[in-house]
């Protein structure tokens, strides 16, 4: 048996500055804890306790910030001692005052550290959070013990459950520090405060016997109260009441028994699928930002922008523009149309003014920095213009040919079609490596997906400026290929034509939205038409009607509906019937009876779907187009897929996306299910070649996130 080779310790480094023991953890790029940076904490404190001349310890991180917490990238590997708990315990048995001076993020772990601490100042910008919630964990180095102590059981249970950050006033209010840093020097106002402790003989202050849980009624309600709001909200995660339950065993366990009841559950949820999608998740959302083109080229400078279009996109995108601080012009046909347009974008504010998500200032700052137009003349000046015109090929060019003769030299052209040929578009004016696809999804200024759709002649700092705007607008971006749909659309129509099949062999769209939702989906396919507004399928699939195979399986329940006026929320009635204008259906024996009446006219004997069958052909069909797309470079890696389906459409973020979804089944029994539902429809389900190979090289969709 070969062990771990010992841990490089360069990651800490402490030495002593009058009287002072500087720990300085140094390693970027945001500090996260790994067993170099466990070994040199603990060597760090022994040093403190054997130097006579360590008057106190001060802990400081270099660098942008303190600590973002446990190495992410060492959860399912071999575990390396000392563990992170025995870290914290022995910074707190510290015989010196040890002092933690927060700047930047103290996340986590890191925060944990700090809590083990005996003081705690933090300065102006520091990020202070329990965020192991959003990784399907706890705090599992007495996070959840220290914090329920330290700031009472409804705040602590409120920053594990959330996850959210608190800057450096609010942890000061809540008690998670001692003081606020006049300065943002977090090394020399850590300095001054363990001076300052020294010069008062303060004496380490043990989080462990820190009293917020004294008053018991108060606890014992803040604990039922969180457990019944989990209950009612966490989705079938598993770590959210597990947090409870820790805070809970703060409260009845002494200390070192509640410390290990932390570790039990911790140890439950880091081995749990759920923590594995979580973490793929948020590694996924950061590695799409990496494209070849940015890393050659430097974005061109953005400050203005144009929006061609005022309807639902153009709005929407509009108000994601503003809130990132941009100028907007908008664009439309006539002087009615620009004044709906920017009705649309009032609407958007006026509904974030209801639910009190801002002020009426906020409105009024915003709207200033929008313009609006019927003349292309002012997009001069634009540094961007972003198209969202009708979905039609004509229009869309004729909007092009102006954009090419007005625009100045170098400004980007992009459109947010979500089927049409960019290249085409491209193609059709004199500046094509200015041509770019930025796919925003609906509602575009709450949605965090931006497909950046990489045409063949864009010039690389323009695809490099698509993913600086998403930055801007804090966007998840992906980089997608030029093909009918790119990746999250052109998946969409996949699994929902599986759906249809299952629908019209015998499932109800109830059944189906049900199973789909039971998996993790906010809502099934069924209630996403009917929220959208079952039309736009329906002009779809007439424009593709001369060019369908005539071969393929086609369903025409929806079409049926849509031939009613049947439209979905809008029109009172699509899959679901919607009483006076609810936002959640019922379901409508007129509507199984149109379905029954289909599935005699396509021969179908209906027969019954299992839950888990609706879903295993649900994912199936939803893996293999993901594998194709792949195959055909439209997505770089499977974890762009990943993030897509996420980002865009509501995909599980537990289960991390479809791609990782299958290597957690096992790719060969997706291959499995593939190959055994092509002996009924053969046309529809061909294993996506890439999926026969990896099965065939034992490799899986990882494989390929590494090798990228
Ligand atoms: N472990 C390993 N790598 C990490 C990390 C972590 N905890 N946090 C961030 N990173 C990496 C990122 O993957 C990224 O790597 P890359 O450059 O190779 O892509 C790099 O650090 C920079 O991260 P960001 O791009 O996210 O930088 P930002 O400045 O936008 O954000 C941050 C910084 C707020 C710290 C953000 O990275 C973050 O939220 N990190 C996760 C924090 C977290 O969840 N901590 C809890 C961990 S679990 C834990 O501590 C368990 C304990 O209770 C036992
Ligand atoms: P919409 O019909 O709500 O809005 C289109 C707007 O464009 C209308 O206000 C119209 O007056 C204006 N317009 C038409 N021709 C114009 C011209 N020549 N000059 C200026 N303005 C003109 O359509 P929607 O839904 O906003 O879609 C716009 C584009 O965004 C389409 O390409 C669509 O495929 C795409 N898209 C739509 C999504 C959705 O969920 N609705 C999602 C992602 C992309």
């Given amino acids: 048996m070969t062990l771990p080779s010992a841990p490089d ?63 992410i990238r060492e959860f399912g590997k071999p575990a390396i001692p000392p563990s992170l708990p025995d870290v914290c315990n022995r910074i707190e048995a510290c015989g010196k005052p040890v002092i933690a001076a927060i700047h930047g993020a103290a996340l986590g772990g890191g925060l944990e550290v ?197 309807g639902t996109m153009g709005a929407g995108i509009a108000v994601a523009l503003l809130d990132a601080g941009l100028a907007v012009t908008m664009i439309e046909r006539d002087d009615a149309s620009l004044e709906r ?8 504010y006026d509904a974030l003014i209801a639910k009190e998500r801002i002020t009426p200032e906020t409105k009024t700052r915003a709207l200033q920095r929008l313009n609006g137009a019927t003349h292309y003349d002012a997009l001069a000046d634009a540094d961007l213009v972003i198209e969202a015109v009708f979905e039609d090929m004509a229009v869309k060019q004729a909007v092009f040919a102006e954009l090419d003769r007005v625009c100045k030299p170098g400004a980007v052209l992009a459109t947010n079609t979500s089927y049409l040929d960019i290249d085409e578009i491209a ?42 705007l998403a930055k801007k607008l804090r966007k998840v971006a992906v980089r997608a290929g ?40 906010p809502m099934g396919p069924y209630q996403v038409i009917d929220l959208a507004g079952g039309d736009i399928g329906w002009a779809a699939r007439k424009r593709r009607a001369a060019t369908r195979d005539p071969n393929a399986r086609y369903v025409r329940i929806g079409d049926e509906l849509c031939e009613r006026g049947w439209f979905g929320q809008k029109s009172g009635r699509g899959y679901y019937r919607y009483e006076s204008g609810a936002r959640s259906g019922k379901p409508d024996a007129e509507v199984e009876a149109i379905i029954d009446a289909e599935r005699a006219c396509a021969g179908v004997t209906p027969r019954t779907f299992r839950d888990d069958e609706i879903v295993r052909r649900y994912m199936a069909a939803m893996i293999n187009e993901g594998a194709n797309i792949v195959h055909e470079g439209i997505a770089q890696r499977p974890l762009d897929v990943d993030a897509t389906l996420v980002h865009g459409f509501g995909f599980p973020r537990h289960r991390g996306g479809p791609m990782h979804y299958a290597d957690s089944i096992g790719l060969a029994n997706v291959l499995d299910d593939i190959r055994a539902f092509a002996k009924e429809d053969p046309l529809f389900w061909r294993a996506s070649p890439l999926i026969v190979d990896l099965v065939a090289r034992g490799e899986n969709f990882a494989s390929l996130n590494r090798s990228s």
């Avoid at 347009?341 to 958007?348: C, F, I, L, P």
């Avoid at 696809?437 to 010039?459: D, Q, T, W």
């Avoid at 996949?494 to 199973?515: C, F, K, N, T």
Wanted: net charge neutral; glycine share 10%; with cysteine.
């Fill in 9 to 71: 310790t360069a990651a800490v480094h402490h030495e002593l500055r009058g009287g002072v023991l500087v720990v300085t953890i140094d390693h970027a790029p945001v500090n996260a804890i790994n067993a170099a940076v466990r070994r040199g904490l603990i060597d760090a404190i022994d040093a403190a306790d054997a130097n006579p001349s360590a008057r106190a310890v001060l802990i400081v991180g270099a660098g942008r910030g303190f600590i973002a917490g446990a190495d």
């Fill in 114 to 310: 700090a809590l083990a601490s005996h003081y705690r100042i933090a300065v102006e910008g520091a990020k202070l959070g329990l965020p192991e919630v959003q990784l399907g964990l706890l705090p599992g180095a007495g996070g959840t013990q220290r914090s329920a102590r330290l700031i009472g059981a409804q705040a602590a249970l409120s920053l594990m459950l959330s996850g959210r950050h608190v800057g450096a006033r609010e942890a000061l209010r809540l008690g998670l520090v001692d003081r606020v840093g006049q300065s943002d020097d977090v090394f020399n106002e850590g300095l001054a405060y363990a001076h300052e402790l020294i010069a008062t003989q303060a004496a380490p202050r043990r989080t462990k016997n820190a009293r917020g849980l004294a008053d018991e009624a108060a606890s014992v309600a803040a604990i039922a109260a969180a457990r019944a709001e989990t209950q009612k909200k966490s989705r079938g995660l598993l770590s959210p009441l597990k947090i409870v339950d820790c805070v809970e065993a703060a409260l009845n366990l002494p200390f070192d028994e509640g410390l290990r009841f932390e570790r039990e559950r911790f140890l439950e949820c880091r081995e749990s699928p759920q923590r594995a999608g979580l973490v793929h998740a948020f590694f996924a959302e950061r590695e799409t930002q990496k494209s070849p083109e940015t890393r050659d080229a430097k974005a061109r400078e953005i400050r203005a922008v144009g929006v061609v279009g005022g």
């Fill in 341 to 348: 347009g920017r009705a649309h974008v009032e609407k958007v």
């Fill in 427 to 468: 193609a059709s004016i004199s500046r094509p490596q200015d041509v770019l696809g930025l796919h925003f999804f609906s509602p575009a200024n709450i949605m965090k997906l931006l497909e950046v759709v990489v045409p063949k002649r864009v010039a690389a700092d323009v695809v490099a400026t698509g993913f600086e």
């Fill in 482 to 521: 030029v093909c009918d749909g790119f990746i999250g659309n052109r998946m969409l129509a996949v699994y929902r034509a599986a759906a249809d099949h299952l629908m019209e062999d015998g499932a109800s769209p109830y059944q189906i939205d049900a199973a789909v939702r039971d998996f993790g989906f």
